[in-house]
């Protein structure tokens, strides 16, 4: 319950192993991560240890960092794309006091490993760069069945056409595509997968990147990936486009833009300030800074 | 890790660390020692030794002490625990014939080979305060133990106890055990796939929540289920854990676990073969967790119902609405993350809703 109590720290270099988890779950950790970027897109199971933290706050993100950590990897972790977020501050500071000699940054550049809930970097990411993303709900078909054993035999069969059921249903109700995110991605041309709560706006950054992607998800304790330069394409009709979320001003007609660096390309937060007006802000604290830090060195 | 400069975040972590430390130290008189959680709440951390699923009652008591009280929590740093031990081995399968026991009543009879044995229950105190106890001191407690060992005469009752059901099956009632050599499903080590064996179904009721598993249990006997239960034995004691010695691998008792064991018959079942006999259902939990016990036996009665008549009419016969359900740990955790920031799929949400109101509204601006 408390992480970041001293007493905590004191403990844990005499009672705790390197990256907390014993051997035999990391191990079993890395061959459920081979087997995921095998298959990809297929939600592979595993036993899901019980981390310090709880279920729901990324602990199948936590289990494939522990599992991937090593004493010379350099670690960043965001919630909502920021750095700050109680809960990623909470992650990282579990990490610095499990996993002596790794480091950890807020760069998106100079990270080798990056935890995320909810957004992928704005920074496109590099080869020698793995995403690792917490996960709620791994599978996309409970949305239309809610019973695993069946799931599991939807998935073999590559048997989607409730998932386009829905989707028909919701252009007839409200002439849109309701998913706001979770939204259901195929992946190298068989599986659907479940993106995690990423919003639209991510998901066109699956598609054959360079970077490695893993989604943890521990309470359901199944581990899948998108392995670098793989299909992983939106699933929608041909006459009805995937669409992103737009962050237009209704007055100006104009894209809204980051009210720090100005920015008019990156996923904004919308919320309202002390007055009580709207204001939008880049979600991905990283992105803003680096482009702060630019432009007052350009000044 | 070296050290990142965050914002924010880890100054407020921190501070509610110090705040929630600050609440159990303020105006709180001594630190409550270990031993008396585990003496004077002994049902309490009874609760936190079988939902953690690591019999270690000296941290179930400090995992009390330092989440406030909380079982959930307290199961819960159990478990955490847990995933840092690497597993060592495994124990024979136990008799619970064996068990060392301090309490046992069967509803089925009215008397039982061996005797009813009330030993220590609420169930027949009148739940009226006790107001003396506002204002106990070390001499009463004294008093009471002196009181208790002073004038009893040595006992002589037996180690072990016949299980009630061994009459039953005797005559024919209930089906005769089949011995089973199956190694157990571990869930520590593989998760639930549907279907899973009993054993999984077993292991995954014997660490749950025990509220869970009494709602879900209550369901099916109050009308959702026709489960109809008889209480045929419930014991609690101690019972000798025997494991195989690292060298001549012949089983050594290495300590005693306390369990509750319940078993209850339901109502007989038309058989396709022979004539219709009793069916059984099996509870068994860390610690002392009567309602656990029976809750469970309940379910996996239920369960097996459904399953062997092939259809599943109500929640507490389903084994997935069951068994991925009744566990504390990952219940809880899932409903306090929900407290966690949700901005990024909130703006999603806002955006798909501006979206189809702006359908909506031009379809009305083209009917009107």
Same mark, same amino acid.
């Given at each position: 319950?408390?992480?970041?109590?001293?007493?905590?720290?004191?403990?844990?270099?005499?009672?705790?192993?390197?990256?907390?988890?014993?051997?035999?779950?990391?191990?079993?950790?890395?061959?459920?991560?081979?087997?995921?970027?095998?298959?990809?897109?297929?939600?592979?199971?595993?036993?899901?240890?019980?981390?310090?933290?709880?279920?729901?706050?990324?602990?199948?993100?936590?289990?494939?960092?522990?599992?991937?950590?090593?004493?010379?990897?350099?670690?960043?972790?965001?919630?909502?794309?920021?750095?700050?977020?109680?809960?990623?501050?909470?992650?990282?500071?579990?990490?610095?006091?499990?996993?002596?000699?790794?480091?950890?940054?807020?760069?998106?550049?100079?990270?080798?490993?990056?935890?995320?809930?909810?957004?992928?970097?704005?920074?496109?990411?590099?080869?020698?760069?793995?995403?690792?993303?917490?996960?709620?709900?791994?599978?996309?078909?409970?949305?239309?069945?809610?019973?695993?054993?069946?799931?599991?035999?939807?998935?073999?069969?590559?048997?989607?056409?409730?998932?386009?059921?829905?989707?028909?249903?919701?252009?007839?109700?409200?002439?849109?595509?309701?998913?706001?995110?979770?939204?259901?991605?195929?992946?190298?041309?068989?599986?659907?997968?479940?993106?995690?709560?990423?919003?639209?706006?991510?998901?066109?950054?699956?598609?054959?990147?360079?970077?490695?992607?893993?989604?943890?998800?521990?309470?359901?304790?199944?581990?899948?990936?998108?392995?670098?330069?793989?299909?992983?394409?939106?699933?929608?009709?041909?006459?009805?486009?995937?669409?992103?979320? /737009? @962050?237009? $001003?209704?007055?100006?007609?104009?894209?809204?833009? +980051?009210?720090?660096?100005?920015?008019? %390309? !990156?996923? #904004?937060? /919308? @919320?309202? $300030?002390?007055?009580?007006?709207?204001?939008?802000? +880049?979600?991905?604290?990283?992105?803003? %800074? !680096?482009? #702060?830090?630019?432009?007052?060195?350009?000044? | 890790?070296?050290?990142?400069?965050?914002?924010?975040?880890?100054?407020?972590?921190?501070?509610?660390?110090?705040?929630?430390?600050?609440?159990?130290?303020?105006?709180?008189?001594?630190?409550?020692?270990?031993?008396?959680?585990?003496?004077?709440?002994?049902?309490?951390?009874?609760?936190?030794?079988?939902?953690?699923?690591?019999?270690?009652?000296?941290?179930?008591?400090?995992?009390?002490?330092?989440?406030?009280?909380?079982?959930?929590?307290?199961?819960?740093?159990?478990?955490?625990?847990?995933?840092?031990?690497?597993?060592?081995?495994?124990?024979?399968?136990?008799?619970?014939?064996?068990?060392?026991?301090?309490?046992?009543?069967?509803?089925?009879?009215?008397?039982?080979?061996?005797?009813?044995?009330?030993?220590?229950?609420?169930?027949?105190?009148?739940?009226?305060?006790?107001?003396?106890?506002?204002?106990?001191?070390?001499?009463?407690?004294?008093?009471?133990?002196?009181?208790?060992?002073?004038?009893?005469?040595?006992?002589?009752?037996?180690?072990?106890?016949?299980?009630?059901?061994?009459?039953?099956?005797?005559?024919?009632?209930?089906?005769?055990?089949?011995?089973?050599?199956?190694?157990?499903?571990?869930?520590?080590?593989?998760?639930?796939?549907?279907?899973?064996?009993?054993?999984?179904?077993?292991?995954?009721?014997?660490?749950?929540?025990?509220?869970?598993?009494?709602?879900?249990?209550?369901?099916?006997?109050?009308?959702?289920?026709?489960?109809?239960?008889?209480?045929?034995?419930?014991?609690?004691?101690?019972?000798?854990?025997?494991?195989?010695?690292?060298?001549?691998?012949?089983?050594?008792?290495?300590?005693?676990?306390?369990?509750?064991?319940?078993?209850?018959?339901?109502?007989?079942?038309?058989?396709?073969?022979?004539?219709?006999?009793?069916?059984?259902?099996?509870?068994?939990?860390?610690?002392?967790?009567?309602?656990?016990?029976?809750?469970?036996?309940?379910?996996?009665?239920?369960?097996?119902?459904?399953?062997?008549?092939?259809?599943?009419?109500?929640?507490?016969?389903?084994?997935?609405?069951?068994?991925?359900?009744?566990?504390?740990?990952?219940?809880?955790?899932?409903?306090?993350?929900?407290?966690?920031?949700?901005?990024?799929?909130?703006?999603?949400?806002?955006?798909?809703?501006?979206?189809?109101?702006?359908?909506?509204?031009?379809?009305?601006?083209?009917?009107?």
């Amino acid at each position: 319950m408390f992480p970041t109590d001293t007493m905590a720290q004191g403990h844990a270099g005499a009672e705790y192993g390197f990256a907390f988890l014993d051997e035999d779950a990391k191990r079993e950790l890395r061959r459920t991560i081979f087997k995921a970027v095998c298959i990809p897109g297929h939600q592979v199971p595993y036993a899901s240890r019980e981390m310090p933290i709880a279920r729901g706050f990324g602990t199948g993100g936590m289990q494939l960092t522990l599992a991937l950590l090593g004493p010379r990897d350099c670690v960043k972790v965001i919630d909502q794309g920021a750095d700050d977020s109680v809960n990623a501050a909470n992650i990282r500071a579990f990490f610095a006091l499990t996993c002596p000699g790794v480091s950890g940054t807020t760069l998106t550049e100079g990270a080798s490993v990056i935890q995320t809930r909810h957004r992928i970097p704005e920074l496109p990411l590099r080869k020698d760069q793995i995403l690792v993303f917490q996960v709620p709900y791994p599978d996309p078909l409970v949305l239309v069945e809610p019973n695993a054993a069946m799931r599991r035999r939807m998935h073999g069969r590559a048997d989607y056409a409730r998932l386009w059921v829905k989707l028909y249903e919701d252009m007839v109700a409200f002439d849109e595509i309701t998913i706001s995110h979770r939204y259901p991605t195929r992946i190298n041309g068989h599986y659907i997968i479940d993106p995690s709560p990423i919003p639209r706006y991510d998901v066109p950054k699956l598609h054959q990147a360079d970077c490695l992607y893993l989604f943890g998800a521990g309470r359901e304790k199944r581990i899948y990936a998108v392995p670098p330069h793989t299909d992983a394409i939106p699933i929608t009709f041909a006459d009805v486009p995937f669409t992103v979320e /737009e @962050f237009i $001003d209704r007055t100006t007609g104009k894209r809204h833009c +980051c009210r720090r660096c100005g920015a008019t %390309d !990156s996923f #904004l937060d /919308e @919320f309202p $300030d002390d007055a009580g007006n709207r204001v939008f802000q +880049c979600s991905d604290a990283a992105w803003c %800074d !680096s482009r #702060l830090t630019v432009q007052e060195a350009a000044e | 890790m070296a050290y990142v400069a965050i914002r924010g975040g880890e100054e407020a972590i921190a501070g509610s660390a110090r705040i929630m430390d600050a609440l159990r130290a303020m105006g709180a008189g001594d630190p409550i020692e270990l031993d008396q959680i585990t003496r004077q709440m002994p049902l309490l951390h009874s609760r936190v030794l079988s939902e953690g699923g690591l019999y270690h009652p000296r941290l179930a008591a400090l995992a009390l002490k330092q989440s406030l009280g909380d079982s959930l929590e307290a199961a819960f740093f159990l478990r955490a625990y847990r995933s840092t031990k690497p597993r060592l081995g495994e124990t024979v399968p136990h008799d619970t014939r064996a068990m060392r026991v301090t309490r046992r009543v069967s509803a089925a009879f009215k008397d039982i080979p061996g005797g009813q044995m009330l030993g220590a229950t609420p169930d027949y105190l009148h739940r009226l305060f006790r107001f003396e106890l506002m204002d106990e001191g070390a001499e009463t407690f004294q008093q009471i133990t002196r009181d208790w060992f002073g004038n009893r005469p040595a006992a002589h009752r037996p180690t072990t106890f016949p299980k009630v059901l061994d009459t039953l099956r005797d005559e024919g009632l209930l089906p005769p055990l089949e011995e089973d050599d199956t190694p157990p499903f571990d869930i520590t080590r593989t998760p639930l796939i549907f279907p899973v064996p009993r054993s999984a179904q077993l292991a995954t009721m014997a660490r749950g929540e025990t509220g869970g598993l009494l709602a879900l249990a209550y369901s099916n006997m109050r009308g959702y289920g026709d489960v109809h239960p008889t209480v045929g034995e419930l014991r609690v004691g101690y019972l000798p854990v025997m494991a195989p010695h690292p060298v001549t691998g012949k089983p050594v008792e290495i300590g005693e676990v306390q369990v509750t064991e319940c078993e209850i018959v339901a109502m007989f079942e038309k058989t396709d073969e022979g004539a219709p006999v009793f069916t059984l259902g099996y509870g068994a939990c860390f610690g002392h967790n009567e309602v656990k016990a029976i809750a469970m036996a309940v379910l996996d009665r239920a369960i097996s119902v459904a399953a062997e008549k092939g259809s599943i009419k109500n929640p507490s016969e389903d084994p997935e609405f069951v068994l991925l359900h009744v566990d504390g740990i990952e219940s809880m955790g899932f409903c306090t993350h929900y407290k966690m920031p949700h901005y990024v799929t909130f703006q999603s949400d806002m955006d798909r809703l501006r979206a189809a109101r702006d359908k909506a509204e031009e379809a009305s601006d083209v009917s009107n």
